[in-house]
């Protein structure tokens, strides 16, 4: 019920603050219909799905779930109206995760100004009582400091992992959590307690149940345990009580 709540007070927030209208409520997917926590796939099959994407690209339909961040590929230093657009999409029941925002060491853009612009997030994030996708690339050490100095209430989730089996425990060690999608490290895979293990299609075009059954092989899983234990996962972290 507490949970409910935080989800319908900001939706009405939303729509009579920002919006100017009285709120409407949206029909919510059913929790155990969530398999992939991280897609840019804007298709019918993503209702199964949260959908990722830029601030300024988001306009909820019904039934759907979205996280939206700023990607450290987008940071420039003109981001007043795709940070104005975050702050607000970020108190919209139908976001459950800020992100993907991170670090990216392969990018052109000034990693200084990564750095601001994902601190900002990690502030937002902690703001709105939301978990936070992480891209990160080659930056597993600057993400762990971060990770130290902000202690963050809410969990922090790295998208896409395809690290090697050391950096995957020292994810884990500080209580960052993995996220898999269609390449990974097998050996990487099989260190991450089920708890802590999601999967997600990211922009890959194989379908997640396919995802699914490779990952339950690789960890010597049965296939329904474990879209079970994932969505228990899913619930714990996106639908927090």
């Known amino acids: 019920m507490a949970r409910l709540k935080a989800f319908i007070w900001p939706y009405v927030v ?12 949206t029909p919510f997917l059913k929790v155990m219909e969530l398999l992939d926590i991280h897609t840019h796939r804007l298709d019918d099959k ?19 779930y979205y996280s939206v961040g700023i990607h450290p590929w987008n940071v420039t230093s003109s981001l007043n109206q795709e940070w104005e657009a975050l702050k607000r999409a970020a108190i919209h029941p139908q976001v459950l995760a800020i992100g993907e925002a991170g670090l990216d060491n392969l990018t052109s853009a000034s990693f ?16 709105v009582n939301k978990p936070l996708i992480i891209h990160s690339v080659r930056t597993s050490n600057e993400i762990l400091e971060l990770k130290k ?7 922090w989730i790295i998208h896409g992992f395809r690290g090697k089996k050391a950096i995957a425990r020292k994810f884990l060690e500080q209580g960052i959590y993995l996220s898999f999608g269609e390449k990974y490290q097998i050996e ?36 329904e345990k474990l879209i079970e234990q994932v969505q228990q996962n899913i619930r714990q972290l996106f639908f927090r009580e």
């Open 188 to 223: 990487a895979l099989q260190v991450v307690p089920l708890n802590c293990l999601f999967i997600e299609t990211d922009e890959s075009l194989v379908e997640i149940l396919a995802l699914y059954k490779t990952v339950a092989v690789n960890i010597s899983l049965p296939f």
């Open 46 to 64: 993503n209702r199964q799905s949260i959908i990722n994407c830029s601030p300024v690209e988001f306009f909820p339909q019904q039934g759907c």
């Open 14 to 25: 939303f729509s009579v603050v920002i919006l100017g209208v009285a709120p409407v409520m």
């Open 112 to 127: 200084s100004l990564q750095k601001e612009i994902f601190r900002a997030q990690i502030t937002l994030a902690e703001k």
């Open 149 to 155: 100095e902000y202690s963050p209430r809410n969990p």
